[in-house]
């Protein structure tokens, strides 16, 4: 008896999978990749891949149960306000269209568990973080500021990647402020960055050359006091920014501040 209800628990197990593979295939396969992507897929793809979705939820939400009852909640209703992906991830690809009336609620209980059964692919995780620890790397390289620091976070990359969340729940006159504070922000650092490009070109070039490092002394003087303004924004950015926050808003963006 045992024996027939294990083999009957496998087989239904099977099934189950199965029906959830083909519920994918047909509903989801249209707009989400069910392969792993490579990185010149990740910006022209239709809609997030299913690697990058999953690793969001599992990311954002805890427990199994919870996860399913949050993608489903998410596919039949979508809101920029509930996606665990980044608010310029949604502004890029679009909201999802809902489905609902067109799958039942049985079938995408179906649908999440396979999904969160077989995604992200440990290929897929290990490829994100080479991408982000290269994306780290790549900013500290070109950053025009003294402090690098995470302690002094990129509060406007911060707070687009948020920007719609209902966590951080930002009104409209705090986003008008924030606008105003971004665009000083980057027009004041991105003409900073542009003249130190060519100066740090001149310097390198004269070491290609075996000049006397004397010879590029005023540029590296220039060098200073460009990065030394460029600080200053960063630090007043940050200081405009955190006055419009609440205290609640400033935690949800950096918790390590607590």
């Not at 909640?73 to 502004?91: F, H, M, Q, R, T």
């Not at 003294?146 to 976070?153: A, E, G, Q, R, W």
Request: neutral net charge.
């Amino acid at each position: 008896m045992k024996r027939t209800l294990l083999v009957l628990s496998v087989a239904a197990a099977v099934a189950f999978a199965g029906n959830g593979e083909a519920l994918v295939k047909k509903h989801c396969a249209g707009c989400h990749m069910l392969e792993k992507p490579e990185p010149s897929e990740m910006g022209t793809a239709k809609a997030p891949p299913f690697d990058a979705v999953i690793f969001h939820v599992k990311d954002a939400v805890s427990g199994e149960e919870a996860q399913k009852k949050f993608m489903v909640g998410y596919i039949l209703a979508p809101d920029a306000s509930k996606s665990v992906c980044e608010s310029n991830k949604v502004a890029q690809f679009g909201l999802m269209p809902s489905l609902k009336g067109k799958v039942g609620e049985a079938e995408l209980n179906e649908i999440a568990a396979y999904l969160l059964k077989v995604y992200p692919h440990p290929e897929f995780v290990s490829m994100l973080r080479e991408i982000l620890t290269n994306n780290r790397l790549a900013a500290l390289k070109a950053s025009p500021f003294l402090i690098n620091s995470d302690n002094l976070p990129h509060m406007t990359k911060m707070l687009i990647q948020n920007w719609d969340k209902a966590k951080l729940g930002l009104t409209d006159e705090q986003k008008e402020k924030l606008l105003k504070i971004r665009k000083e922000t980057m027009e004041g650092v991105g003409k900073i960055r542009r003249k130190l490009q060519m100066l740090e070109l001149d310097v390198a070039d004269a070491m290609i050359e075996r000049e006397d490092p004397k010879s590029v002394e005023k540029q590296l003087e220039e060098i200073a006091a460009l990065k030394l303004e460029a600080t200053k924004i960063h630090l007043k950015c940050i200081s405009d920014t955190t006055a419009v926050l609440s205290e609640e808003q400033v935690a949800v963006l950096l918790p390590f501040w607590e």
